[in-house]
């Protein structure tokens, strides 16, 4: 299959000459056709360690190997599982083919084929890196520059993640911006950026998913295990398909957005919410703040964000399969995991008049359900942000992942609560409003959080950093607040 790996590989140069990188550093492994390979962190449920090997081949080449050795001594070499696509895809998945393998417990290293993925977390977790809202954004109004590593900078945060050591990542969502082929007017911008399929509803296809995600992102994918959440832009009829395939940490699930034919026209799913799905870690870093640490995942990618609907009660099971987790297991910290903020801000530059919180049908679908959280951490709003709002874990946003930012300002601390009008009035007869927050912070720069234990159990340190690595940011999180403030 040498033709269909050279072809290929050709394109892949062309992107990657558009994302300003180094064509060597991603060229295919020539003894396993390899795109990428990847580490993800998945359910005990799905696998025993929790991790699963994933990797993006030349379509046709046949899965590689994992292989590797335990803590034991023991070496294994297993074959790896191809992840279906949807029949219905066709060339806009044609390209590459995923291949799947479960890590067995106490592995101490690991190899796709002849590539070294993250093989374990540690005993104990000591740093852990958050990033989302990542990919290049070209759509109806905006096309960001995907030429420049400065102006998307992706690629230059995820070598930066992958310096800082992280034990493990966790990527946020909306990972998929390319929705559009590059216009004529544009093409030095993203002149070979993949245009959206042909033969599907969608914007998604996997030469999109290669650009947006699967080359930047291979520094972190090297560093650490990666927890991956679902976003908006990877609803079905965006990057669903890709999502499923690629990230999904389900080993199941890689045709849950595929496509159907209903009197006569292929369709997608619409507001197929995937089930809340949990991690448990041990953290901290001495024997005083070890604890056990729950992340309750939760799929919200659907549910728009300016008011309240019927599709709140869609996607209120997900929050109360969240809340019944961590009242069985009563972990001694628990953090909810959910692209779209249940007390998020947008900016009144782009609400205008109306109240800034975002997403209203996650705030109501949740209400009533937070009281075992200590943490909410979200990205969806393209900002660095902190949220306190009374008897409510702390909200943190952390959408500078790489795609353009929004607004610079516009983030007054509002006197309103979340689900409120700005008069205080309920936004839905359907929810109650909450008090308005005791503060806000907010930061729109490009960067990353690489988040430490602090000196007391269940306290962190969340240092931002921009593109380049470089602290700009603090925020300490203890007793369910955030306290941020500007180093830099
Ligand atoms: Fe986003
Ligand atoms: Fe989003």
Request: with cysteine; net charge negative; proline share 9%.
């Amino acid at each position: 299959m040498f033709w269909r790996r050279s072809a290929i590989g050709c394109i892949f140069l062309g992107l990657i000459a558009s994302l300003g990188g180094t064509p060597t550093a991603y060229s295919f492994d020539s003894a396993t056709s390899s795109v990428a390979s990847y580490t993800l962190i998945a359910p005990t449920s799905e696998v025993p360690s929790g991790l699963l090997a994933r990797a993006v081949i030349a379509a046709g080449a046949g899965c590689p190997a994992l292989s590797g050795s335990t803590s034991s001594g023991r070496t294994f070499n297993l074959p790896m599982r191809l992840r279906p696509k949807p029949a219905l895809a066709g060339a806009a998945y044609s390209a590459v083919d995923v291949c799947d393998g479960a890590i067995p417990i106490g592995t101490e290293s690991a190899m796709v084929g002849s590539r070294v993925i993250p093989a374990s977390l540690p005993s104990r977790i000591e740093r852990i890196a958050l990033t989302g809202d990542s990919g290049c954004r070209i759509n109806e109004w905006e096309v960001q520059n995907c030429a420049n590593t400065s102006a998307w900078p992706l690629a230059r945060i995820s070598r930066n993640i992958a310096k800082d050591n992280p034990d493990v990542i966790i990527n946020l969502g909306d990972y998929l911006y390319r929705e559009l082929e590059c216009p004529v007017t544009d093409q030095s911008l993203c002149a070979s950026s993949p245009p959206p399929p042909g033969n599907l509803p969608v914007t998604g296809s996997a030469m999109s998913w290669i650009a947006d995600a699967i080359i930047p992102m291979q520094p972190m994918f090297d560093a650490a295990p990666i927890l991956m959440v679902r976003g908006n832009h990877e609803s079905c009829s965006r990057g669903g398909i890709g999502f499923f395939l690629f990230f999904s940490p389900q080993r199941s699930t890689a045709l849950q957005c595929a496509p159907s034919i209903i009197d006569g026209n292929v369709v997608v799913p619409s507001n197929d919410i995937s089930p809340t799905w949990n991690a448990t870690w041990q953290v901290g870093d001495t024997d005083a703040t070890a604890h056990t640490l729950d992340l309750e995942v939760i799929d919200s990618a659907y549910g728009g964000d300016l008011g309240v609907d019927s599709y709140a009660a869609i996607q209120r099971p997900s929050y109360v399969a969240a809340a019944r987790q961590v009242a069985t297991t009563q972990p001694d910290e628990a953090w909810l995991l959910t692209h779209r903020p249940i007390f998020g801000m947008t900016s009144s530059q782009i609400t205008g008049s109306g109240p800034v919180w975002v997403s209203p049908n996650q705030t109501a679908a949740s209400q009533g359900l937070l009281g075992g959280f200590d943490l909410l951490l979200s990205s969806h709003i393209h900002v660095a942000q902190a949220v306190n709002i009374p008897g409510q874990p702390a909200q943190l946003v952390v959408g500078n992942g790489g795609t353009d930012l929004d607004p610079a300002t516009g983030y007054d601390t509002p006197i309103y609560g979340p689900l409120s009008n700005v008069d205080g009035s309920p936004l839905s007869p359907l929810a109650t409003p909450y008090p308005a927050p005791t503060n806000t912070w907010t930061d729109v720069r490009f960067g990353y959080i690489i988040a430490t234990p602090g000196a007391r159990t269940k306290s962190w340190l969340l240092e931002h950093r921009d593109e380049r690595g470089k602290p700009f940011a603090t925020c300490s999180v203890a007793n369910r607040l955030a306290k941020c403030r500007v180093t830099n």
